[in-house]
């Protein structure tokens, strides 16, 4: 369903950089391009589900603005998103070709007792997510794209749920504040590792309870810092999972580029909202090419 209007409680990508989409155009004639889109997640610490409620997509072209509603809400688990799992939103949708300069996702997420969309704890309670007022806009990316004719985009939206989940201090259930990445699928890769569990023996108090998690800052050599809103913040993090007695994690979607990855088991206590002293307990640099998957190791040694 199309229709024009300015929907509140939303998540918004401003996009304002070009980004050429669709050069396999296989049809001169066409007015019209195709459009995927589909949504991951960076882990948060403490939670057993994340749920939104996902209600449709909206795009501004120009003058233009085009609303796709579903027919039904899009329920997605997020926390079951990570590392390269990702749930479909659209699927060859079929748009006007053009410079599109922005995106939003439409989500059911108010403080109304409906549980729409929502945060369950390990300790299995529940808490509404609500996006908070103002924050309508969202977080603006500097990430745009272009429709060829007859042509194709292919994107993923990275919830980076350890920077979006915010505790109102006081307030009803949890926050939404959207902290989104926009990744061309066709320039991205993955990267994956092991911790060696004596580093994790010597860095966590009970790696039963929490192995810890790995931070990925854009490029070689970087300083790492914890989450609190600052140029200095991770493009992203994983948890390490831990599987007969190897611990592993996984980066998904990563943007073709150089890395910094650094381990902690303080991930947990970073609040993103404050300025965290966390301590890593060691560093690697990784090298991210188009649709392959990179091994960056932490020994311990």
Known sequence: MFRTNWLRNSLFLAVTSALVAGCNSSSSGSDTGRLS??????????ASKVVVSFSGVE???????????????RTIDLLALQGSNSANLLEGQELPVGEYQW????VNAEQDSVLDSYI???DGSVQELSVPSGSQTGL??????TLLAGGSADFTIDFDLRKSIVDPKGGQGMHLKPALRLIDNAQSGT????VAGELIASACADASLDAGAVYAFVGSDAVADDVDGDAGDPLTSALINENAGVYSYELGFMPVGTYTLAYTCEAATDDPESDDVIVFAEQANAEVVADQT?????SGI
């Not at 889109?37 to 403490?46: E, K, Q, W």
């Not at 795009?59 to 809400?73: A, C, K, M, N, Y």
């Not at 603006?140 to 794209?145: A, N, P, S, T």
């Open 37 to 46: 889109l589909n949504v991951t997640d960076a882990p948060v610490d403490s």
């Open 59 to 73: 795009l501004q072209s120009g003058g233009s603005r085009t609303e796709i509603l579903f027919d039904e809400p």
């Open 103 to 106: 995106m939003r996702l439409l």
């Open 120 to 122: 369950e704890f390990e």
């Open 140 to 145: 603006k990316l500097v990430r745009g794209f």
């Open 191 to 194: 990267i994956t590792g092991t």
């Open 294 to 298: 990179t091994q960056a190791d932490f």
